[in-house]
């Protein structure tokens, strides 16, 4: 039977608190969330509809693979997923073409990748079996995959984790939510709510403090909030700076195995759908593909809202630390004047809104998302634990495929109040 006496405080109100309060609070836990900003979501921030005419993503935005426990959840808010549909763009720094997938080493990277036993890193897995320059192109392919799509560094990224993802050859289903992601932000918090957890905006929990068998959380401001157990569902970086007790400690440290990449994105809405004038086929176009400084963009396909999304993933992101977002929108400009040959102006003279996020540089993230190491399951394994009053949860801890996404972060949730509910 519950322990309906028992209260719970959760860090962090982004997708993997707001489920497991939902949780724990229909099950009869008393729960309270503390959340350092002024709204839910946490990595996923939706921006205002009357900025770029629909509701517009400024942080997660898309919905991987199956993803059960997201289309689950959209179900219940009666939300709808619209499936990425289109053709894919690349510009080699002279021409604009077609995406061509096909590789010529293609069968013997499957071949490499479903032989390999014991997991090493990219970086050492490309020099052990593809070093030559015959492979180059590949390899080449393979590092702006890992930086970019999974801002990951190729020196410390796990090969055996993304196996699965290399070998489907990138064509796992995309797609958004209709509505944007905070919509179904909005749905789980009613949903809190409704089921009597308390949510407060604006507190920076800076200590987590443990006397006999009280448990208190501290916050920045001054409150403290007595409770029987602590959730930490805060990105990685934000672990080291929460004091913890010894134990929690270090078992937090186990995330150092954890990698954490980092992601800058820049929002263009136009007067209209300018590329599309200048080339007919690229009329149906969704990524765009390049080496510029703003590598990769998207459009909002298949609607036709006249928006271009640009994405800068991973380690090198560092080098544009400085820039503020008026110097990064300008960067995303320029890397679509040398794409279409156009001068900078020309393409600024159509810009309605912008916007543009260095995540690193927010203070409840400093990053975007993790990825796995070759030590990370087993880190994952320690942090799991819940031999103590401190859980830790979160999209860094699940240990499925898609790592990293808002569906990892739901199902850990999910599981961390499982873990509490049966284990009471």
């Known amino acids: 039977m519950a322990d309906r006496s028992e209260h719970i405080v959760i860090v962090g109100a982004g997708a993997a608190g707001l489920m497991a309060a939902r949780e724990l609070a229909r099950a009869g836990r008393r729960v309270t969330i503390l959340e350092a900003r002024d709204r839910c979501g946490g990595r996923i921030h ?12 400024g942080g997660a935005e898309f919905v991987h693979g199956e993803a059960p426990v997201t289309r689950g959840l959209m179900r219940e808010a009666g939300l709808s997923l619209q499936e990425i549909e289109g053709t894919q763009w690349s510009f080699d720094g002279t021409k604009l073409s077609r995406e061509d997938r096909d590789d010529p080493h293609e069968a013997e990277l499957q071949a490499a990748l479903r032989e390999l036993k014991d997991d090493i890193t990219v970086a050492d897995f490309l020099r052990r079996h593809f070093a030559g320059n015959d492979y180059a192109r590949m390899r080449h392919s393979i590092a702006r995959m890992v930086e970019g ?11 055996l984790a993304l196996r699965e993802e290399w070998m489907d050859g990138g064509h796992a289903p995309q797609g958004r939510i209709v509505g944007g992601y905070g919509a179904l932000i909005d749905f789980l918090a009613a949903e809190c709510r409704r089921h009597g957890v308390a949510i407060r905006p604006g507190c920076v929990v800076s200590a987590v403090k443990r006397a006999g068998g009280a ?28 004091a913890l007790p010894q134990a929690a400690r270090d078992k937090a440290a186990a995330a150092d195995q954890i990698g954490f990449g980092n992601v800058i994105k820049i929002m263009l809405r136009f007067k209209r759908n300018w590329w599309r004038d200048r080339r ?9 593909l390049s080496d510029e400084m703003i590598p990769v963009w998207w459009t909002q396909r298949p609607f036709e809202q006249p928006v271009l999304t640009g994405w800068f993933g991973g380690p090198r992101t560092a080098k544009l630390a400085t820039l503020d977002s008026q110097a990064l ?21 159509d810009v309605v809104a912008a916007a543009a996020t260095n995540w690193a540089q927010d203070p409840f993230a400093r990053g975007a998302y993790s990825w796995a190491t070759p ?13 103590g009053p401190v859980l830790f949860s979160g999209e860094a801890l699940y240990r499925g495929r898609d790592m990293g996404t808002v569906e990892a972060a739901l199902a850990s949730g999910l599981e961390t109040a499982g873990t509490i509910m049966h284990g009471s």
């Open 280 to 288: 007919a086929e690229l009329a149906d176009m969704t990524f765009l």
């Open 329 to 349: 929108v300008d960067a995303g400009l320029d890397s679509l004047a040398a794409i279409f040959g156009l001068s900078r102006e020309d393409i600024a003279r």
């Open 46 to 57: 939706p921006l205002p509809a009357a900025l770029f005419g629909y509701a517009a993503d």
């Open 215 to 242: 448990v208190s959380v501290r916050c920045t401001g001054g409150g403290v909030h007595a409770c029987d157990r602590v959730i930490l569902t805060v990105p990685l970086p934000l672990l080291r700076e929460i």
């Open 375 to 387: 030590q990370t399951r087993a880190a994952q394994a320690i942090l799991a634990r819940t031999d």
């Open 149 to 159: 799509y999974d801002a990951a560094d190729p020196e410390r990224a796990s090969t």
